[in-house]
């Protein structure tokens, strides 16, 4: 609508975050400005993440927030996107009466027609696919489709919009269903898009001024769609979105080990602007819980794998996830990750509690048996190590040089700019001038550097480090 403000805050995965950026522009493209202030918009949109009953708590002490918003004015539409969405609309609406809308993920492209709705009828006004069960219809997946591709296709960046950097999704939905795991159930069986889609995409974003994209999915290894009697993989997408000019990096995520083939690894070494790392979670390192959790793999079947990762690219970089506490894990399973961790020798790892998700199998047939307490432990434990062998490695980085990606001010230099700007005067204790971005194997690097190297490819030469964070000089001819 011309005139009306809109305010949309994201919470979840990468998924999500392309997400809204795609809802934003269909919104923009009809009138909707943008605003940073949720107390002052005619619209507030959360983008939701149900993975884990932590994420869910914050989506509704976010909406609680807006009550007193909303009753100062009535007028305002406050709506709930994505996976929760899909998940618990009734519980949405029951806890939350302030909430006017929700829309499934796998609805997204009707979000400014219940916009519509709810302004026109002031009713509730919902969107949510049918289709999130083993006993989907060939038409019911075809419609769902349908909806997905025209939120992809509908992609269309704000001209002062940061495309550095940007998502392409090559693939939604997942078919594992994991025992612990929602997604299949609120983002409905896999699919792939075409791989013309793709490359069009990633053309319009590179002539938009992206120079690194990364390709994401559920499953993003198991990509493989139809194209001339053929199938097209995800190493076949790899090399070709390599190959549109001004993409100067590419990298894919998330993977899954049960689905990965050698020609992906081939790519990584073969191909330049594919870079050097691969998040891969494994959960655990005992083959009884990866059983209980039905992965498709055993812990010696996922060390294969990084040894074969390691022989195609030997300096690869891996990052990987882990659940702590899951249903019935014992002191020794546990241990049994923390050896995993020294085995593996992971660049950075993503460590979660487990919580039981409503409708998963776990949470129909499992005991949630492990205290929360036991689970903090365990959960400190493991990031306690995967520190100590951080830091261990990134010392050995001193000395070397980088190729960065320069994304912008760091952290902290906004902060002392915004801190000037406030006070009127110099911050002497921070530096304003600390750029930072990400090598090709994902780490973050800060440094000293001028404005105008923003957007460009830096050599930095790594003069000292932390376990997250490296810390070096450009090297200027």
Same mark, same amino acid.
């Given at each position: 609508?011309?005139?009306?403000?809109?305010?949309l805050?994201?919470?979840?995965?990468?998924m999500?975050?392309?997400d809204?950026e795609?809802?934003?522009g269909?919104?923009?493209?009809?009138?909707?400005?943008?605003?940073?202030?949720?107390a002052?918009?005619?619209?507030?949109?959360?983008?939701t993440?149900?993975?884990?009953?932590?994420?869910?708590?914050?989506?509704?002490?976010?909406?609680?927030?807006?009550?007193?918003?909303?009753?100062?004015n009535?007028?305002?539409?406050?709506?709930?996107?994505?996976?929760?969405?899909?998940?618990?609309?009734?519980?949405?609406?029951?806890?939350?009466?302030?909430?006017?809308?929700?829309?499934?993920?796998?609805e997204?492209?009707k979000?400014?027609?219940?916009?519509?709705?709810?302004?026109a009828?002031?009713?509730?006004?919902?969107?949510l696919?049918?289709?999130?069960?083993?006993?989907?219809?060939?038409?019911?997946?075809?419609?769902?489709?349908d909806?997905?591709?025209?939120?992809?296709l509908?992609?269309?960046?704000?001209?002062?919009?940061?495309?550095?950097?940007?998502?392409?999704?090559?693939?939604?939905?997942?078919d594992k269903?994991?025992?612990?795991?929602?997604v299949?159930?609120t983002?409905?069986?896999?699919r792939?898009?075409?791989?013309?889609?793709?490359?069009?995409?990633?053309?319009?974003?590179?002539?938009?001024?992206?120079?690194?994209?990364?390709?994401?999915? +559920?499953?993003?290894?198991?990509?493989?769609?139809?194209?001339?009697?053929?199938?097209?993989?995800l190493?076949?997408?790899?090399?070709?979105?390599?190959?549109?000019?001004?993409?100067?990096?590419?990298?894919?995520?998330?993977?899954?080990?049960?689905d990965?083939?050698?020609?992906?690894?081939?790519?990584?070494?073969?191909?330049?602007?594919?870079?050097e790392?691969?998040?891969?979670?494994?959960?655990?390192?005992?083959?009884?819980?990866?059983?209980?959790?039905?992965?498709?793999?055993?812990?010696? +079947?996922?060390i294969?794998?990084?040894?074969?990762?390691?022989?195609?690219?030997?300096?690869?970089?891996v990052?990987?996830?882990?659940?702590?506490?899951?249903?019935?894990?014992?002191?020794e399973?546990?241990?049994?990750?923390?050896r995993?961790?020294?085995?593996?020798?992971?660049?950075?790892l993503?460590?979660?509690?487990?919580?039981?998700?409503?409708?998963?199998?776990?949470?129909?047939?499992?005991?949630?048996?492990?205290?929360?307490d036991?689970?903090?432990?365990?959960?400190?434990?493991?990031?306690?190590?995967?520190?100590?062998?951080?830091?261990?490695?990134?010392?050995?980085l001193?000395?070397?040089?980088?190729?960065?990606?320069?994304?912008?001010?760091?952290?902290?230099?906004l902060?002392?700019?915004e801190?000037?700007?406030?006070?009127g005067?110099?911050?002497?204790?921070?530096?304003?001038?600390?750029?930072?971005?990400?090598?090709?194997?994902?780490?973050?690097?800060?440094?000293?550097?001028?404005?105008e190297d923003?957007?460009?490819?830096?050599?930095?030469?790594?003069?000292?480090?932390?376990?997250?964070?490296?810390?070096?000089?450009?090297?200027?001819?």
């Amino acid at each position: 609508m011309q005139g009306s403000t809109v305010y949309l805050e994201t919470m979840g995965c990468q998924m999500n975050v392309l997400d809204s950026e795609l809802v934003m522009g269909q919104l923009r493209a009809i009138g909707y400005r943008p605003v940073d202030d949720a107390a002052k918009a005619d619209v507030v949109l959360i983008n939701t993440c149900s993975v884990r009953e932590h994420a869910e708590q914050k989506v509704l002490s976010r909406l609680g927030a807006l009550k007193k918003p909303k009753k100062d004015n009535p007028d305002m539409i406050v709506g709930v996107i994505g996976c929760m969405a899909q998940r618990d609309p009734d519980g949405i609406f029951g806890k939350m009466p302030h909430v006017d809308l929700v829309c499934g993920p796998g609805e997204l492209n009707k979000v400014s027609a219940l916009l519509e709705e709810v302004r026109a009828n002031r009713t509730h006004a919902i969107a949510l696919s049918q289709s999130m069960s083993r006993r989907n219809t060939v038409l019911q997946r075809a419609l769902e489709h349908d909806s997905v591709e025209a939120l992809d296709l509908s992609r269309d960046p704000a001209p002062d919009e940061n495309l550095l950097q940007a998502y392409v999704r090559v693939q939604r939905g997942c078919d594992k269903f994991c025992t612990f795991c929602v997604v299949p159930f609120t983002r409905g069986p896999e699919r792939c898009r075409p791989p013309a889609q793709i490359l069009d995409e990633a053309r319009m974003l590179a002539n938009r001024g992206a120079k690194e994209v990364t390709l994401i999915g +559920q499953t993003v290894n198991s990509y493989v769609h139809p194209e001339n009697s053929r199938p097209v993989r995800l190493a076949d997408l790899l090399v070709r979105v390599s190959d549109v000019a001004g993409i100067e990096r590419v990298r894919f995520v998330t993977s899954y080990p049960g689905d990965f083939t050698d020609d992906i690894f081939e790519a990584m070494r073969d191909v330049p602007k594919v870079c050097e790392y691969l998040h891969i979670p494994v959960q655990s390192g005992s083959d009884a819980v990866l059983k209980r959790m039905r992965r498709q793999y055993t812990v010696g +079947q996922y060390i294969d794998l990084l040894d074969r990762a390691r022989e195609y690219v030997p300096d690869i970089a891996v990052a990987s996830d882990f659940i702590v506490g899951f249903c019935g894990e014992t002191q020794e399973e546990h241990e049994s990750s923390l050896r995993l961790i020294e085995r593996c020798r992971f660049k950075n790892l993503f460590v979660f509690k487990y919580s039981p998700r409503p409708g998963t199998v776990a949470d129909r047939h499992n005991h949630d048996d492990v205290p929360e307490d036991v689970k903090r432990t365990r959960n400190i434990e493991l990031l306690s190590l995967q520190e100590r062998l951080a830091s261990s490695h990134n010392q050995t980085l001193i000395g070397t040089t980088v190729e960065v990606l320069v994304e912008g001010f760091s952290k902290a230099a906004l902060k002392a700019q915004e801190a000037e700007q406030l006070r009127g005067e110099e911050v002497a204790w921070r530096r304003t001038d600390q750029l930072a971005g990400r090598t090709r194997k994902d780490q973050i690097v800060v440094f000293p550097g001028k404005p105008e190297d923003i957007g460009l490819l830096a050599d930095i030469r790594i003069n000292a480090v932390t376990a997250l964070t490296l810390h070096g000089e450009v090297v200027r001819d």
